[in-house]
């Protein structure tokens, strides 16, 4: 239905108008669109535990962190030996402690003679060996984060290193703007927010003591709800993330956001974290189109209203909303052209939550700096990860571009988290002659669905004429389960060959009313993340809704009756007991 990404000379159609598009030269099945004189060769094709972020040994190994793997595997290291760059040896290595889930492993970095890695709730590290591919002594833990997490939401902790020896770690924010309940349509936000005493910020620490916990380290910086993209930039020596923004403005807020806003907002804010800032949240969040922070609704706003927000500090660009941006490397090689020297690159991982209209994200961007701030609009660096535009769900892009990492001779090395797939970037033409000209053709990427603004009109996707749960489900359901029902990896799982969706009745019910958290294992995946209570939803609307799932993408399971929702929601309320969330845990 959708246009591929062929290898060479690709067609690209955006909208009515066919566009012509110059592939970079291919190098050892490298196929990723690059500005003219850059190719792409792959490191790996694929890892059965796929793959997130990566560092690089001055000895050119390559280290990947997996994701889902074994407690004693968690760590993959990679080396071409007969330089064609694939790598012909490998080797796992890495470990854990009971509990620790491992599927968010939001860290990979290379410091002072150690390989620093990261699960979901702990910092481990161990000593590099010079010609091996795989480090000596014991597994080391350098950061535990000691909270109770059967609420959290934002719990990936990467990492980033000054010049002074201190590591950086942020604690996410365990909600999505501070609601209790959270996640209920039109409830207000707690104000003062009491999270922000130990999460939504960065805290730092001595990076070579073993056995911490939050308490030992330093609160830096407040007000950022999550961050997965951070890194160090050792040109002015200050620290930089880029931040997953809030969601659900339209759920939450019918009556102040459409589809167009809620697919659109929040930025996703790449900021500057210097000691003692706080960008805002959850109080605020930052509009790109608008060029300014705003009041969140949770706390009275409604989309133009800025309030106490001018206290909180900026972003230095607001990139659009739900793009994902998971991980930030600064340019400090000598192979790729001067242009890129200083520049940010950030991978855009793509969003999940964008319905009705095209997902977003899904390439690697640049943004140049000159004097330690940014000189001119981002750039689209490394395209072509999904294969398909438009993207209409998650599942359908064939990769996903996760982490990045600088090798000991310049090159860029990008991971994918759906295959596992890594790519390996280098320049190959003439320096002194690389400019406007040989960045045009990427420019015209900047017109295709999964990075341009949608058109209010043209652009969505919704099936015309929906009526009863149907329609329900793609104003509710479908921008995290998708419109297909077959979810988001990792984040939201699929409504499709799960019992939870054509078992018990009653306790389907009950995930609409109440809720439900933790992790869920669905086929071989688990599934980390929060589903918010629909109470909202009449006793009718939700056993149209279920009923409509319970029939649909291959599905054959029974109706539900309205009578059964009223007399599951009546028997709650006359308990007089907290509505809680169902709480799920997959060891």
């Known amino acids: 239905m959708y246009p591929n990404f062929p290898r060479k000379s690709p067609l690209l159609v955006l909208g ?311 991980d930030l490397v600064f340019y400090e090689g000598d192979q790729f052209p001067e242009r890129y020297k200083h520049g940010a690159f950030i991978t855009f991982h793509g969003s999940t939550n964008r319905a009705p209209y095209p997902q977003s994200g899904y390439f690697v961007g640049f943004v140049p700096f000159k004097d330690g701030k940014p000189s001119g609009e981002f750039e689209v660096f490394a395209d072509g990860f999904a294969k398909v535009d438009p993207i209409v769900n998650t599942k359908d892009a064939a990769h996903r571009p996760m982490g990045l990492a600088i090798g000991p001779d310049g090159e860029l090395y990008i991971s994918d988290s759906v295959k596992g797939k890594i790519w390996k970037v280098v320049y190959n033409g003439d320096k002194n002659d690389f400019g406007a000209e040989q960045l045009a053709s990427m420019e015209e990427h900047k017109k295709l669905s999964h990075i341009r603004t949608p058109d209010f009109e043209k652009d969505n996707l919704m099936p015309k004429n929906l009526v009863g749960g149907a329609k329900i489900y793609q104003q509710y359901c479908s921008a995290c389960h998708q419109m297909n029902g077959r979810g988001a990896s990792g984040r939201f799982p699929p409504l499709v060959e799960t019992d939870w969706v054509t078992g018990d009745q009653e306790r389907l019910v009950k995930v609409l009313l109440n809720g439900m958290e933790g992790s869920l294992k669905v086929g071989d995946e688990v599934y980390n993340g929060v589903m918010p209570q629909h109470r909202f939803l009449s006793d009718k609307e939700i056993a149209q809704v279920l009923t409509f799932v319970r029939s649909s993408f291959g599905n054959e399971a029974s109706e539900i009756e309205e009578t059964l929702v009223a007399d599951l929601r009546k028997e709650q309320e006359e308990s007089g007991e907290p509505i809680e969330p169902i709480k799920v845990v997959t060891e």
């Not at 099945?29 to 790996?44: A, C, E, Q, R």
């Not at 002072?112 to 014991?138: A, F, H, W």
């Not at 002074?164 to 309940?181: D, I, T």
């Not at 039109?186 to 805290?203: I, T």
Request: charged share 25%; hydrophobic share 30%.
């Open 16 to 326: 009515a108008t066919a566009i012509m598009l110059q592939c970079a030269p291919e190098e050892k099945g490298g196929d990723l669109y690059l500005p003219d004189g850059f190719t792409s060769s792959v490191v790996i094709e694929q890892v059965d535990e796929t793959v997130r972020h990566l560092a690089v040994s001055d000895e050119h190994v390559v280290y990947a962190k997996l994701r889902n793997a074994e407690p004693d595997k968690a760590v993959m290291a990679l080396l071409d030996t007969n330089g064609d760059d694939y790598a012909d040896e490998t080797a796992k290595f890495g470990g854990t402690e009971k509990g620790s889930r491992w599927s968010y492993a939001t860290a990979m970095r290379v410091y002072n003679g150690y390989i620093y890695y990261s699960s979901d709730l702990v910092v481990y590290r161990q000593k590099l060996k010079p010609g091996s591919l795989t480090p000596e002594g014991e597994v080391q833990v350098v950061v535990t984060d000691d909270h109770e997490h059967g609420k959290h939401e934002h719990i990936g902790k990467p990492i980033a290193f000054d010049d002074e020896g201190y590591m950086y770690v942020p604690f996410g924010a365990p909600s999505n703007a501070c609601q209790e309940p959270k996640r209920t349509p039109g409830a207000p936000g707690l104000d003062p927010c009491p999270q922000l005493e130990d999460h939504a910020g960065v805290w730092r620490f001595d990076a070579n003591k073993l056995g911490q916990t939050q308490k030992d380290g330093y609160k830096y910086a407040s007000g950022i709800r999550s961050l997965v993209a951070m890194n160090w930039n050792p040109v002015d020596g200050e620290l930089y993330g880029v931040v997953h923004g809030r969601d659900d403005l339209l759920r939450l807020w019918p009556n102040l956001y459409d589809s167009h806003q809620s697919a659109l907002l929040p930025s996703e804010e790449f900021i500057k974290i210097e000691e003692g800032t706080h960008f805002g949240w959850p109080y605020c969040y930052y509009d790109q189109m608008q060029g300014k922070k705003v009041l969140a609704p949770e706390y009275g706003g409604d989309g133009k209203i800025v309030g106490r927000c001018d206290q909180y500090d900026d972003p230095i660009i607001g990139f659009p909303g739900h793009w994902a941006p998971n």
